[in-house]
């Protein structure tokens, strides 16, 4: 199902939740969750879509619309796939 | 011991974040908890104990997590307690109300060989969504205990004890349908796990950790390299090499398996809201029909603008701002000649009849706030983006660019949102394209004086024309700058509701109340330096500095059908803010000065072609200082700035020849 919904966005095209759902014949709600999960991952990426940080001493940040009111995903298809190999090894082993 | 003995049990309390996973866990320990960190980490462990029916349990809270693969630090350290301590039963909160999401963690727990039990918390919220979940449905599907829970009421926490007591008492009940890995990988998954046979340690189940290696899961997989001779681990990771992508497949089962449990057990009533919004968004936010119906709104917005609020500001014009400007003549009369022509022809025809322009502020702005507010404006980025697509733009620009119909300045600094510079500076470099407020209010004021009943169909063209350069330009930096590299875009679209009066008069308030603050500063000061170029040296408008510097631009503003030195230099001073053209217009064109509002004196001597060229140029003309300083401040470069003014300048030269030459060859 995962294949399927980057196999759409692979495209490159402008899609809301709903279109992915009903094109996908799934809920929004588990597109929704899908999207999240590719993003976990990093295979979409998640826009910062607050002021917060980046704009700090903007005179425009109370005026300023770019707010968090609408969640939106962008996918790159450059975006990395999950290493194999981890870049550091942690000092915990399970062994 | 025996489980009929069982006189002790650990109980690990799994989720995601914001569950209500901390609120069971404080219920059912009350007061004997234990905080302390997970060895080594700086997350916090929780653990108490508690006595129920002769039965000492002892409750770990793991730490929330979205699911078992080693994404961060808290997935880690959930999935070693499990692993290491195997514990007898793991308790699952989930919300309820994002079932889809919340399974996904139950999908991997129940991998793994130890019994678990299902709180289904926060049905009191799910219910209050119009989502109503058949805890018994789901409990079959699934084939583990469920148990409805309102936790932060204590509603059903008791429920889930005995559920899990009953699942100590009888194993064999627990037989849970898994989501099960697709036949292609089967073959695959058997042959990695013969690789793993042996040398893995004993809590580490090897069908659990060839999955998460398949899965790419970085953790494991070093565990794995450091646990296999050479060889074997040579083969293994060449197989998992031929298969990188697998882990969208397992996955993909996942969801395949929540996808049908939810069907299963969730209804979802439509309600009528859901229902208005996909009638409605059937044309919204259609490639072909949601951009038409754009377009008509756009129009609708300017008609509405024009046939409210230009007999105001005309009435406003002449029966006021006239008579006002009159009557401070006269109580001048005695004052110094400079004062009075500083006071009327100076303040009160600049930032005086720039102040006219608020009736179509007002207007404009209740209109936008009023589709902003019903929903409406996401439908229209949605529908817009499509059009950035298609002229292959990248996704992430158009937020940005869409400030900019509001002002350039957020604009420019919104393509902070990008996270490469080359993406940023194209973003940039087309900002000053999208016609922001205070161009459009210049537009609303002459459009109507120069085209009569055409108003609303030549503002409309020129917005279009503008957004058809923006796209031409995009195309171009599309392919010199992103070499057509294709992104998705997904976003999150809000039902439609009734606007709200209060949110509407607070945008429309704020809007209006910057804008009049502009024109008691910026402007009324800019009306004051204009008036003096205008009377230096002698008093005589035709032969002052402004004239002089005027008559330089007069050839330029030949070929465009401006021969009047009067219409370059309002264009030109509209660097300062857009509406400084309005005030030029009025301290050049004079304010108590012959008959009719100042639009139509400004009409009178233009041929239709020169006064398309005049609101071409506006359009397109150097975006104000404020937004070049942004363009400064966020390229970090003035060659970059130079290039964006130069951009501007050529832009709006090249369109305002070509609508007078057009215009000319067409007969106008």
Not at chain 1, 67 to 86: I, N, Q
Not at chain 2, 533 to 538: T, V
């Amino acid at each position: 199902m995962l294949r399927q919904l980057l196999a759409l966005l692979e495209a490159g095209d402008t899609w809301s939740i709903t279109d992915l759902a009903s094109e996908l014949d799934i809920s929004p709600d588990l597109v929704n969750a899908m999207l999240s999960h590719l993003a976990q991952s990093g295979k979409l990426d998640m826009p910062e879509q607050t002021c917060a940080g980046k704009c700090a001493g903007c005179s425009l940040v109370d005026t300023c619309k770019i707010g968090p009111t609408d969640r939106m995903f962008v996918y790159a298809s450059r975006a990395p796939k999950p290493s194999r190999v981890p870049h550091k090894r942690r000092k915990d082993s399970l062994a | 011991m025996s489980e009929q003995n069982r006189t002790r049990i650990t109980v690990a309390l799994a989720g995601q974040p914001n569950v209500g996973k901390s609120t069971v866990f404080n219920m059912l320990t009350g007061l004997s908890q234990h905080v302390g960190n997970w060895p080594g980490k700086t997350i916090e462990q929780k653990t108490g104990e508690f006595s129920r029916n002769g039965l000492n349990i002892r409750l770990i809270d793991l730490p929330g997590t979205y699911s078992l693969t080693a994404n961060s630090e808290e997935e880690c350290v959930a999935r070693d307690y499990i692993l290491r301590q195997r514990p007898d039963a793991i308790i699952a909160i989930v919300n309820t109300a994002a079932l889809e999401r919340n399974l996904y963690l139950v999908a991997e727990l129940l991998v793994l060989p130890i019994p678990v039990v299902i709180g289904l918390n926060m049905v009191d919220v799910a219910e209050q969504h119009g989502i109503h979940v058949e805890a018994h449905v789901l409990e079959a599907a699934l084939g583990i205990p469920v148990v409805p829970l309102v936790a932060s009421r204590n509603q059903g926490v008791g429920d889930l004890l005995d559920a899990v007591e009953r699942l100590l008492d009888e194993p064999e009940a627990f037989t849970p349908n898994r989501p099960v890995i697709g036949e292609e990988h089967l073959p695959i998954l058997e042959e990695i796990r013969s690789h793993l046979d042996g040398y893995l340690p004993s809590h580490y189940p090897d069908d659990w950790a060839a999955l998460k290696l398949l899965e790419g899961d970085t953790e494991v997989t070093a565990r794995v390299r450091e646990a296999l001779p050479e060889d074997e681990w040579t083969s293994t990771h060449d197989l998992l090499k031929q298969h990188e992508d697998a882990y969208l497949d397992i996955a993909g089962t996942r969801y395949e398996w929540i996808g049908r449990m939810v069907r299963a057990a969730v209804v979802r009533p439509k309600l009528g809201a859901v229902t208005l919004t996909e009638r409605i968004d059937r044309v919204a936010t259609h490639p072909v029909w949601g951009l038409a119906l754009l377009l008509c709104i756009f129009a609708f917005v300017f008609w509405v603008t024009y046939t409210v609020a230009t007999p105001i500001v005309e009435w406003l014009d002449v029966a006021v701002m006239q008579v006002v400007a009159e009557q401070v003549r006269l109580l001048l009369a005695s004052a110094p000649v400079w004062l009075s022509g500083l006071v009327v022809d100076g303040l009160f025809a600049g930032a005086g009849t720039v102040l006219t322009f608020l009736p179509i502020l007002v207007i404009f702005f209740a209109m936008l706030g009023m589709l902003e507010d019903v929903g409406y404006f996401a439908r229209a980025a949605y529908v817009m983006d499509r059009f950035m697509h298609w002229m292959g733009l990248h996704g992430k620009s158009f937020m940005p660019l869409f400030l900019g119909f509001g002002c350039n300045v957020p604009a420019v600094m919104g393509a902070r949102i990008m996270e490469d510079r080359r993406s940023q500076l194209s973003t940039i470099l087309l900002t000053p394209l999208v016609p922001c407020t205070a161009r459009m209010a210049v537009i609303i004021f002459l459009a109507p004086a120069f085209f009569g009943q055409a108003a609303t169909f030549v503002s409309w063209g020129l917005i279009a024309f503008n957004l058809i350069l923006l796209a031409i330009l995009g195309i171009l930096i599309n392919r010199l700058v992103f070499r057509g590299e294709h992104t998705a875009f997904i976003m999150e679209i809000p039902l439609y509701h009734l606007p709200n009066a209060r949110t509407i008069g607070l945008f429309v308030w704020q809007n209006t109340w910057a804008f009049i603050k502009k024109a008691g500063t910026l402007i009324l000061i800019f009306s004051a330096v204009i008036w003096v170029l205008s009377a230096l040296p002698g008093g005589d408008i035709e032969h002052s500095l402004l004239a002089g510097l005027g008559r330089r631009l007069e050839p330029v503003g030949r070929w465009m059908g401006l021969g009047d030195w009067r219409l370059m230099v309002s264009l030109l001073t509209s660097f300062v803010a857009k509406e400084n053209t309005i005030a030029t217009l009025g301290i050049l064109f004079g304010v108590a000065e012959g008959s009719g509002s100042l639009a139509e004196r400004v009409a009178a001597g233009l041929t239709p072609a020169g006064a398309l060229a005049f609101l071409v140029v506006q359009m397109l003309f150097i975006p104000c200082v404020a937004t070049v300083a942004a363009i400064r401040q966020e390229t970090a470069s003035w060659r970059w700035t130079a290039f964006s003014v130069s951009l501007s300048l050529v832009l709006s030269l090249l369109g305002g020849i070509g609508a007078f030459q057009i215009m000319r060859l067409i007969g106008y």
